[in-house]
């Protein structure tokens, strides 16, 4: 059973930074895309920032140059680095893969995990 889970999120002052974490667990061989999303209630979950295994990289708009994905392939894990925090920013964040090989050769796609609250006070 793969899973990701969260963690990182929290309470910060307009302006302040926090770094979010998501950990794949499981019997994993590889992961393709890793990408973090957000949804605010009553409003469609968005891309926030998106890596490739290969590095590449992809931020929506509204990041600005504030946020930083990054990855650790060995450990299976992405990273948001969020800077300069905005009250806007104030969602449930979720790590999401589109997909995992198993080391038993099972093929998952499209996981997400439960998601980390992040508020910004203005």
């Known amino acids: 059973q793969v899973q990701l889970v969260e963690s990182g999120g929290g309470l910060v002052q307009a302006g302040g930074s926090l770094r979010l974490s998501c950990a794949a667990s499981?019997?994993?061989?590889?992961?393709?895309?890793m990408a973090w999303y957000r949804q605010a209630p009553g409003k469609q979950r968005e891309l926030v920032a998106k890596m490739t295994k290969e590095g590449d990289t992809q931020y929506a708009d509204f990041v600005k140059g504030r946020f930083t994905i990054s990855r650790d392939i060995a450990k299976n894990a992405v990273y948001l680095q969020m800077t300069n925090l905005e009250p806007d920013d104030t969602s449930h964040y979720y790590c999401?893969?589109?997909?995992?090989?198993?080391?038993?050769?099972?093929?998952?796609?499209?996981?997400w995990g439960r998601g980390t609250q992040v508020t910004v006070s203005s």
């Open positions: 499981g019997s994993i061989s590889s992961i393709n895309v």
């Open positions: 999401h893969t589109d997909s995992v090989w198993t080391m038993n050769y099972q093929f998952i796609v499209n996981l």
